[in-house]
């Protein structure tokens, strides 16, 4: 069964605890992303992967670190540094990294700060 | 700004007609379109995408139609069901990875 999968479905942190979430693809693709959702708003992009052992900044990639050491994760870490962590957190991949690609999205980890 | 936005936030439909949701882009330079269908607390799910060198692109039950002229990307969904009440959002790329979002149309299906 091939797809994107994400845990925790549901996490619970403490304001100024570090948070690591998980991503994993068995769809073989080169690219993953991190996108950030608000309640009520569409999808900002957080940090990308085009290949393993390398990756870049999104719109705000402040406050967040990744790593992507294998091809089939991407691992997310939400750090004391980011403001306002609470939010539903999609992870996605596709084939390539070059944008024209289909971006196929996991079910996403909803983060709540206390 | 968002390069990306939809013109209207909610949309009623009733059950067996048909859906016509749209879409704004502001970047002349985009090449590349796509439609996500998002229900409550799942990620998007991919329905259909269109490339800049098409303007219409068919898929089961739904059609995408690009025009390039006024920068204007919609989504119709034949014979609304149901299933189809989520949110729906149209993203676009200009030649790299990003997929820019706009803010979603909420579409709810009356029976």
């Known amino acids: 069964d091939g797809g994107i999968t994400q845990s925790p479905k549901y996490l619970f942190r403490k304001e100024g605890q570090n948070v690591t979430l998980s991503c994993e693809q068995n769809?073989?693709?080169?690219?993953m992303y991190w996108y950030r959702q608000d309640p009520g708003q569409g999808l900002r992009l957080i940090y990308y992967s085009q290949i393993v052992n390398d990756f870049q900044k999104g719109d705000i990639a402040e406050g967040y670190s990744v790593s992507r050491e294998k091809k089939e994760s991407f691992p997310l870490t939400v750090t004391s540094a980011q403001k306002n962590p609470t939010a539903f957190y999609l992870c996605?991949?596709?084939?390539?990294?070059?944008?024209?690609?289909?971006?196929?999205f996991g079910p996403g980890t909803r983060l709540t700060v206390l | 700004g968002e390069s990306v936005g939809l013109h209207l936030p909610t949309l009623s439909v009733q059950e067996g007609d048909n859906s016509i949701i749209n879409c704004a882009y502001s970047?002349?330079?985009?090449?590349?379109f796509i439609w996500y269908k998002q229900e409550s607390g799942k990620g998007p799910q991919f329905i259909i995408d269109i490339r800049s060198n098409m303007d219409k692109r068919q898929g089961q039950r739904v059609t995408v139609l690009l025009n390039k002229t006024v920068k204007h990307l919609s989504l119709q969904i034949a014979a609304t069901q149901p299933g189809d009440s989520a949110v729906y959002f149209c993203?676009?790329?200009?030649?790299?990875?990003?997929?820019?979002f706009g803010a979603g149309t909420t579409v709810t299906v009356r029976a």
């Open positions: 970047n002349s330079a985009s090449d590349y």
């Open positions: 996605a991949s596709s084939e390539g990294g070059d944008g024209t690609d289909t971006q196929y």
């Open positions: 993203a676009e790329s200009f030649n790299d990875y990003k997929l820019s």
């Open positions: 769809l073989n693709h080169d690219a």
